[in-house]
């Protein structure tokens, strides 16, 4: 007994989707020191002084930036991992992730 249904056709061609990418925010807030953010960012986030200092200074203007975008599992790994040393600090400061549009 043979199962067609399970067979491809021939010359058809099977296509893996990419995985969804989730956006990591840094929400901003008035307690948490610019120097321990910027640390933070390049820890966790691979970024030099001049990436970090710009992305922690967009967040204090805007109230929220974009630090980078990754699969949702990294993503989320991610900005748990930055939000636990925060807190591990005693300080307010969050990680958030999103879907990227």
Excluded at 8 to 32: C, M, Q, S
Excluded at 50 to 59: C, G, I, Q
């Amino acid at each position: 007994m043979t199962d067609n249904a399970t067979k491809l056709a021939p010359g058809t061609k099977t296509r893996t989707e990419r995985p969804r990418l989730y956006k990591v925010l840094l929400v901003n807030d008035d307690f948490t020191p610019r120097e321990f953010v910027v640390a933070v960012l390049k820890a966790e986030f691979r970024m030099s002084d001049d990436e970090a200092f710009k992305v922690m200074l967009t967040a204090h203007q805007q109230g929220v930036c974009v630090v980078a975008v990754y699969p949702r599992d990294v993503a989320e790994t991610k900005a748990t991992r930055a939000s636990d040393a925060a807190k591990a600090h005693g300080f307010p400061l969050r990680f958030e992730t999103e879907p990227e549009a």
